[in-house]
């Protein structure tokens, strides 16, 4: 009976009005306010269901995180679930509320109210409140991060850092073991000025388009991958980074990836070629660029196709130079342009239908690179 069941608890376990609930639908109030009494003694829950330490500092250490969401996991002594499970078998109990569930329910709606964040199967971070030792320890587990940032850039502006001076691009302690030097370029940026910022780990970076210091981007932005283990400010706008970064450099767009990256999907660029002739440019020039088709990258082995196909929307004179504006399909996908460029002596070159030597140079301002994400 419900009122046996009670009393057992009561006068056995000392149980708490908390864990009274857990295991009793509707108690009457006798026993509610006799449960009150025992918040401290409670043998079902060792008085952490009534302990608003574990509030505080569950909250404090949550609030040094700037994040969407959260979830709570808990860890408890091998007593607390041994005597549960003893009541449970000897009652022959059913429908109860198991102390971990219901500890790590009351955190959740407090914290989530108190901090407005919200609660998540698949949330940004973890918090784990540990008790098997006897001590109250807590501790944040990190979801790993994925963003993706886009920057606007001038031509031939520094992307790329040099080798650390130290270690020769090896890694080593002084250059947080990236192999890359602290100097003004926008690789240094991202992997020791923007971690700081952020609270972040040095981050592993992904550069679709490599070192292309050729092109001149605007629009949406020259496009780049950021991967954390540990962030703690994940909630940033671009236009409070903006004020640190280095100079030629803009950023457009700094956010979070759900899930991952796509790295086998090929992408699209819309742009703006323009090349210059040994011959000049006039309207067979013109009709020479529109069946242009490809652009290749020369490396140390071998040529690799770059961009496959052209859409030109329009062809045009411009500073006397060839020029068409349209949709570029690239030749290959992300995965394989990582580390596409080979050395510093690697160059993007133009081919047919141009005839050799006819092409003196080529500009290649991109306004939006369609990256999947």
Same mark, same amino acid.
Not at 115 to 128: A, F, R, T, Y
Not at 305 to 316: C, D, E, L, T
């Given at each position: ?19 009274? %609930?857990?295991?009793? *639908?509707?108690?009457?109030? @006798?026993? &509610? ?5 025992? $918040? =401290? !003694?409670? #043998? ?37 679930? %041994?005597?549960?499970? *003893?009541?449970?078998?000897? @009652?022959? &109990? ?5 102390? $971990? =569930? !219901?500890? #790590? ?37 990190? %979801? ?59 981050? %592993? ?169």
């Amino acid at each position: 009976m419900k009122e046996d069941l009670e009393d057992l608890l009561l006068e056995s376990f000392k149980a708490c009005d908390h864990c009274l %609930k857990r295991f009793v *639908k509707n108690p009457s109030m @006798n026993s &509610i306010k006799r449960a009150k009494k025992n $918040r =401290k !003694a409670c #043998a079902l829950c060792g008085g952490l269901m009534s302990d608003r330490e574990i509030i505080s500092k569950s909250k404090a250490l949550l609030k040094q995180y700037l994040v969407r969401s959260f979830n709570v996991g808990v860890r408890l002594p091998e007593n607390l679930e %041994k005597t549960e499970e *003893k009541i449970v078998l000897e @009652n022959d &109990i059913t429908d109860y509320i198991p102390l $971990r =569930k !219901a500890l #790590a329910n009351s955190l959740r709606k407090s914290l989530s109210k108190s901090l407005k964040i919200k609660v998540s199967s698949s949330p940004d971070v973890n918090l784990i409140l540990d008790f098997t030792s006897g001590s109250k320890s807590m501790y944040v587990i990190e %979801k790993k991060a994925i963003f993706k940032a886009s920057f606007i850039k001038e031509r031939n502006t520094r992307l790329l850092a040099g080798p650390c001076k130290v270690c020769g691009g090896k890694g080593c302690p002084s250059c947080s073991w990236t192999g890359k030097e602290k100097d003004e370029s926008l690789e240094s940026w991202l992997l020791f000025e923007l971690p700081a910022f952020l609270k972040a780990s040095v981050p %592993k970076l992904i550069w679709p388009l490599k070192d292309m210091s050729e092109a001149n981007f605007y629009g949406n932005g020259y496009p780049v991958y950021l991967i954390f283990s540990s962030i703690k400010l994940r909630k940033i706008a671009p236009l409070v980074l903006n004020q640190f970064l280095p100079n030629n450099f803009r950023m457009v767009s700094f956010y979070e990836i759900k899930g991952g990256l796509r790295l086998s999907s090929q992408f699209t660029i819309d742009a703006k070629l323009c090349v210059k002739l040994s011959h000049g440019c006039d309207e067979e020039a013109l009709k020479t660029l529109e069946r242009l088709n490809k652009i290749k990258i020369a490396g140390r082995e071998s040529k690799k196709v770059w961009i496959k196909s052209f859409f030109f929307s329009s062809v045009f004179f411009e500073k006397e130079m060839c020029c068409g504006m349209g949709r570029f399909d690239s030749g290959i996908n992300l995965y394989n342009l990582f580390g596409l460029r080979e050395t510093e002596k690697d160059k993007i070159i133009l081919e047919k239908p141009f005839k050799p030597g006819d092409v003196l140079g080529f500009t290649l301002d991109v306004f939006r690179v369609n990256l999947p994400d």
